[in-house]
């Protein structure tokens, strides 16, 4: 008989368990499925948004959006789609109940355990298919599912529940390759990381600015210095890439927002002339502040070994 068996919500960057279905059965195949939910829970970071894990008689699904996690447990028979469909009603329904600040700050494992009402409900709508009228969110979902099919993941790639684990270099429709260091996933944005973005961007364009009227200057008056308008350009790609450091993960990353905050004291140092205090401190506080986001914006850890 194909059904779903269990379902359970996870924090992605840490696999803190937030909620999950409360009717485990206790067969040895089950209890093998736990074990891989754990393990998954703890490289979800690490993977596609969108997987399948077949482990013999039974097949794990997950979805991730918004630094959540959606699993749930079918036998390997159930429809595809309608296990896509199932896991995207639970993203909705959680979105919808919780707001991310009440995710982010979740410190106790299954804090949310409530969900589950809405888990049960669903898993038995799901599980009786005669009752389900969602035929044009199935529809919708299949063709999805068909133009990015989900990512399957092989239980060799999940290593050992000891803990010795590795990923593969293996090869995902519309991703391309993801090898044992794939692309990090950095941690939530917070409020003070978005100022510092947005200030970010405005000295670089008060820089850009600035450099134009140099550029204008330097053509009206023959004895400008042609250096003022590289300093001020200077400033600019260092602002930008402070914001790039930001919002991406690149190797060397704090060590490359130190120095291009250096670069923006410097260019403020030579631009001391055409700036008074004011504009001089509030552009190397925003460069400060800007460098001490990035430093708290960190990838996203290894997980601790919650029990999933």
């Known amino acids: 008989m194909s059904m779903i068996l269990s379902a359970s919500v ?11 279905s409360t009717d485990y059965e206790q067969s040895t195949g089950m209890q093998e499925c736990r074990k891989y939910f754990k393990m998954l829970a703890k490289k979800l970071s690490q993977l596609p948004d969108r997987c399948t894990l077949k482990t ?11 630094g959540v996690s959606y699993m749930m447990l079918c036998t390997e028979n159930y429809p595809n789609v309608l296990a896509f469909c199932f896991l995207d009603e639970l993203q909705k329904e959680f979105i919808t ?3 991310m600040m009440k995710t982010n700050t ?18 038995q709508r799901y599980n009786n298919t005669r009752s389900l009228s969602t035929k044009m969110n199935l529809a919708d979902m299949q063709t999805e599912i068909k133009l990015r099919p989900p990512y399957q993941i092989s239980v060799s790639e999940l290593g050992s529940a000891n803990g010795f684990s590795h990923l593969s270099v293996v090869e995902y429709k519309g991703t391309g390759k993801i090898s044992a260091a794939p692309h990090q996933r950095l941690e939530p944005v917070t409020l003070p990381g978005i100022v510092s973005f947005v200030l970010s961007l405005l000295c670089g364009a008060l820089n850009l600015i600035r450099g134009f009227h140099a550029i204008e200057s330097l053509l009206q008056n023959e004895g400008e210095d042609f250096s003022y308008v590289i300093a001020f350009f200077l400033g600019t790609a260092a602002c930008l ?31 001391y002339e055409l700036r008074n205090l004011w504009q001089l401190f509030f552009h190397v ?6 460098t001490l986001q990035i430093r708290l914006r960190q990838p996203q850890g290894k997980s601790p070994d919650y029990n999933v």
């Open 285 to 290: 506080t925003v460069g400060a502040f800007s």
């Open 97 to 99: 109940t919780y707001n």
């Open 10 to 20: 996870v924090r992605v960057r840490d696999g803190l368990p937030l909620s999950a």
């Open 56 to 66: 013999g008689h039974y097949n794990i699904n997950f979805i991730s959006s918004l």
């Open 241 to 271: 890439y402070q914001c790039y450091l930001f919002v991406y993960y690149t190797g060397w990353r704090n060590a490359k927002s130190f120095l291009t905050f250096g670069l923006i004291c410097l260019c403020n140092m030579y631009l």
């Open 106 to 123: 979740a410190v106790r494992p299954y804090c949310f355990i409530e969900f589950d009402n809405f888990i049960q409900r669903t898993k």
